[in-house]
């Protein structure tokens, strides 16, 4: 597990896989609207993504943290609106 400042947590699963939590308490995008992601391709290659108490989350396949992470970057990317980082 890794922990940046109590603001982002990064943990191995043992199916295998990655979570990726952000805690944006606190932030300019805790009251933000994250849309839900959800894609089951294969067993390895998945991701499942939701927001809920100021807190964005991610479970993911072993090949799709990077994924997860641009998901997220989208999602609070001045250059989008945070109601439009659909994937």
Known sequence: TYDILNRIEITTL???GWFLKVNLKGTKFE???FP???ELRSENNWIVCNYENAEFSCFCGP???LEAMQFFVKCVDV????NN???
């Open 14 to 16: 043992d199916n295998p």
């Open 31 to 33: 009251k933000a609207f």
């Open 36 to 38: 839900q992601k959800k």
């Open 63 to 65: 090949l799709n943290i």
């Open 79 to 82: 250059k989008y609106s945070i």
């Open 85 to 87: 980082c659909n994937w």
